[in-house]
């Protein structure tokens, strides 16, 4: 039988005449290349004379750069549709970590601590369990607006203070919120913040029973942690060391985590603290500023440092945790895997910090003590300098409709999503960076705040920057380690198997 | 070892075309079987006709047996030899030409359903063109098939042409996979090109078969070119929605791509289009070229020798991999590829079109390399050599 006539590419792929662009966001990166990303961010980087080409319509389109910005949906022709349902799914995805509303529920059980950290705003150190623990009542009510939100997930968080000085009350939540979703039946993911002075076998017996993990904080080697963290029964470091390996041991490694804190003091010694971090078997680190506000201009002299000390701090620190992992070791950093994961990958993550709405009551909520809802963490510390200004209601006066969608969070809301920031919207690297109302006002006295002096937007444009950096340099064994972290993998995991017929 | 599985015969008392199951068994359970043939090997006939007589036909390399057969108007095909039509088979035959295909063996990983010969498009390397023929006559053929085998296999592929034209029939045959073989995996070959209409996508997926997957090929990151490799235009757009309708049916979808000149220049392009795009995709497979039907005819605009495009292919894997994307190299030999990914090569030439060259002889890994097409014996790539690890 005859075949049918075959046809040149030609027919398929001639140059067309015009083409149109689609919405994307540009900027320079250094004097060869421009960075262009989208929505959903997709990215392309191009020389800076095929950029002016591009836009003024001269490209040859049948090149491989039209073709690659075609492919990644920078521009339409009419060649092809420009599935829409393709761009609107992929936007869709990127923000889907908003489906089912407020997942974090910070639960602040006590400001009492026995520790007196310079960068804590909140705690007290205090007897008086009257004047400063959460009484179940009010507890009652805020588990209650947790088990109302949509999500089929929840997280329960316990802060403080110190969450352990009420222990009482941690179990009576995470037993009425067990007994109270019998019929709502969603999961819920509790995790305790605690400094660990205090942790007791009973406390552990608990913990495992109820499949409750652990948050705490370790800032570093013994001389630095103990000077960041002050604790009036002796060295805090001791308490952690001794502690995070009984809990290790007690709830599995993945079950307990750590934080660090950068204070000025840190600021030199970045592979003190990695090291610490590896000796202490915890497989990854978030390297964080400090939240600079709410603090006394004394305090913040001691602690304090700019947004470019930390930049700095943050290079030398990550380009250490990269050398480990050549040398073998499997060690994250989590703020390079969250931006890592938003610039690689089609799919969210469920980070509060970073994100488009801000997490600010989109994504968290905090619970005072005093039953005074906060839209996040920041925002009731914020409250303890006496600046309510994010507080979005009262577990006992407050209905969930008053507090989630009242006149306060739509105030915020306005405010979250740097899509419509000015400064941010135009910014190449918006689909990777986020909104922060909180530090916005706190910092600048505007919730909207202004891009040019932000030390936010500084620090994080450097850092997303310098990833991108990273990214154009690495070669096939910085992929493996950055995917490792994006995917919470070994570094054995990332490489390509070899087959298990073949002798080593 | 390529295995033969059409025939020519000669019949005696076939009146249309029909499809039967074999056995070399004439015992009580097996007769009055009209869906059975008997195979009857030369030397162990019998004397006595009246055993024959209740199966559809008799099918023996005897030209004594089969005189006799056609002489008492018992239904019976003549062929050069019983070797290859064993216990269990279910073959085809045509009367009068005496055409004979082996459609399914029991002992086969590689066993497919052929759908039709017709396909919307006319990619410049299909190995099986296609024809402008009315072969509705296949869907009863399939089904039938289909309620003749006996033990469910692990896996049976659906191929063509393009299945989907079978439209409301493709319903029917996947009814009649699910009811008779519920637990086989069924793997059907299709450009997608006709998922473009979501309600034909749902009445497949309302089938609810428990194990299918439509492996659809997308050749590249932009419609020019796909569309010029299948030879269709608007084929690219059709695919890409017919993939997002896949999924929102929740149909799994596999993705395709044939390594070739065309295919080649923008596979790392392509890899983060299917990552970024269809990052649903059960498993992506990357293919070396068969050397048939158009391929021969436009073997200077396809081929490239996969030496030359490894690179490139390792590259595309190694996203996929790095991205967790279940990536698979089929039709490719090992020699030919580098051991970092020896791993992602599979074993994927059907047994009976499937060959090794004399020098693959002595080759200490040949147990687990794909081999050659029988097609390519005579025209590969130059760099095919014996390899001596372990």
Known sequence: MAHKEFHMIQEYLSPVTTYSLLPFRFMRLDRDSVLLTNDWGEFKIIAPDTFERFIHNQLNTTGTDYLDLRAKYFVSDTRSSDHLRVMASKYRTKKSFLEGFTKLH????????????????????????????????????????????PASAVTCEFQGGEALLNFPLVQDIVLYATERNRSIGKFIDFVICTNLSNLTD???????????????????????????????RGSSHAFVEHNLRRAQEALGRENVSVLMTTTKKSLAYPREIIDEYVRLNLGSIVLRSLSPFGFATKTMKTIGYSSEEFVEFYKKALDYIIELNRRGHSFAEGYATLILSKILTPFPNSYVDLQSPAGAGFSAVAYNYDGEVYASDEARMLAEMNDTSFRLGNVLDNSYEQIFFGERMQAIAAASCNEALAGCADCALQPYCGADPVYHYATQGDMFGNRASSGFCKKNMAIIRHIFELLRQANSETEEIFWSWIHQASREEMKLPKVSWLSN | MAIKLTTYGNTAGLHRRFTVRLTRDCSAEAMNHTDLALVVPLARESADLAQYKSFAAVITDSSVLFDRL????????????????????????????????????????????????????????????????????????????????????????????????????????????????????????????LYKDLAFVRRIADVNHPSFVSAIPLYADVAGIHDYIVQAHGAFDETVEGLYNAAEAGLAVEIRIVLHKQSIPRLKQLAEFIYWNFPFTVHVAFMGLENMGYVKKNWDDLWIDPVDYMDSLGEAVKYLYLRRINVSIYNLQLCLLPQSLWSFARKSISDFKNEYLDICSPCTVKDHCSGLFLSQVNRHSEHIHTLSVI
């Not at chain 1, 150190?125 to 004047?131: A, G, Y």
């Not at chain 1, 552990?204 to 103990?226: Q, R, T, V, W, Y």
């Open chain 1, 202 to 232: 009973a406390h552990l017996l608990f913990f495992k029973e109820h499949n409750i993990k652990i948050s705490s904080s370790l800032d570093g080697p013994a001389f630095l942690h103990d000077h960041n963290r002050p604790c009036s």
């Open chain 2, 70 to 193: 056609a002489a008492a108007g018992i239904p019976a095909v003549r062929v050069q030899s019983t070797e290859g039509y064993r216990e269990g088979y279910i073959v085809t035959i045509e009367p009068g030409s005496g055409f004979i295909r082996t459609i399914f063996r029991p002992e086969s990983p590689h066993n497919t359903i052929f759908t039709t010969d017709r396909c919307n498009s006319n990619c410049l390397m299909c190995s099986q063109p296609p024809k402008e023929v009315d072969d509705s006559h296949l869907v009863e053929e399939n089904i039938k098939m289909l309620s003749l085998i006996q033990a469910s296999p692990e896996y049976i592929g659906m191929t063509g042409g393009e299945p989907t034209l079978l439209g409301p029939d493709l319903i029917r045959l996947l009814e009649a996979a699910k009811g008779k073989l519920p637990a086989t995996h069924l793997h059907m070959l299709t450009n997608g090109r």
């Open chain 1, 106 to 149: 910070l639960f602040v059980v006590t400001l009492r601590c026995d520790h007196s950290c310079p960068y804590c705003q909140v705690s007290r150190q205090s007897e008086d369990k009257t004047r400063y623990d959460m009484t179940s009542e009010m507890a009652h009510r805020a588990v209650d607006l947790m088990l109302r939100v």
